[in-house]
């Protein structure tokens, strides 16, 4: 059974540039959600999804980032223009319905803008 | 503001010991209690729960501990492996809201 699925793995990006995320939710589960890891703030929230809808965006830093979900099965991330603050680890996680110990994280985005 | 505090950001305990990983936090909505489990380039991995109306849960060597008013919570792991070594994230949530994580604590556990 395919786990949540996000690619690219690894991006080095030049400062100015667009930078787009990708995540496929595992199938069936309602809840997707962005997070971003940096040493200096830990694991923090982004945005989430109930159902395709956005239902929190108050952790998207600046209108320099947007997410959407066009649909059940894909989500994006995109930043632009991307600057050397935003390198970090980014990582998708879903879920079905909404209980902490059901979250399952995908292997994360390591993104470098230089 | 952070709402879930992990103090300690590295643990170095020898294997067969004790660790013990503490957290606090400061919304005393929280009503329910995790820890994930962090390996290098892989996504966090649930480990254990408490709901707020529990002091502690049990799950083979990990035992969490739920002191409400302290707003703190500890994850002891007894005995300790060479394969638990990892970063161990707090998180809490109130229900109908999402996770908030703490920065995490690098756990090295030497044989």
Redesign the interface.
């Given at each position: 059974d395919a786990g949540?699925i996000q690619s690219p793995r690894h991006e080095v990006t030049e400062m100015g540039q667009e930078v787009t995320l990708r995540c496929k939710p595992i199938s069936g589960h309602d809840y997707l959600?962005w997070?971003r890891q940096t040493m200096m703030?830990?694991?923090?929230?982004l945005i989430?999804f109930n159902n395709n809808v956005p239902i929190?965006d108050s952790g998207m830093p600046e209108d320099r980032f947007s997410a959407k979900m066009p649909n059940a099965s894909f989500s994006t991330l995109k930043i632009q223009p991307s600057e050397p603050r935003d390198s970090a680890v980014y990582?998708c996680?879903s879920s079905q319905g909404?209980?902490?110990?059901?979250?399952?994280?995908?292997?994360?985005s390591w993104l470098t803008v230089v | 503001d952070q709402q879930v505090k992990q103090n300690s950001p590295s643990l170095s305990v020898q294997e067969g010991r004790i660790s013990i990983l503490n957290c606090d936090y400061t919304n005393s909505m929280f009503d329910y209690f995790l820890w994930y489990k962090k390996y290098p380039a892989e996504g966090p991995t649930f480990l254990i729960s408490i709901s707020s109306i529990k002091d502690k849960n049990e799950d083979g060597r990990f035992t969490v501990f739920l002191n409400k008013s302290a707003k703190h919570l500890s994850l002891h792991i007894v005995p300790s492996q060479p394969g638990d070594s990892a970063v161990y994230f707090c998180a809490a949530h109130q229900a109908g809201t999402a996770l908030i994580f703490g920065k995490g604590t690098t756990l090295s556990v030497s044989s």
């Open positions: 949540v959600f997070y703030r830990g694991l923090e929230l989430y929190d990582f996680a909404y209980s902490g110990n059901t979250i399952y994280f995908g292997e994360g | -």
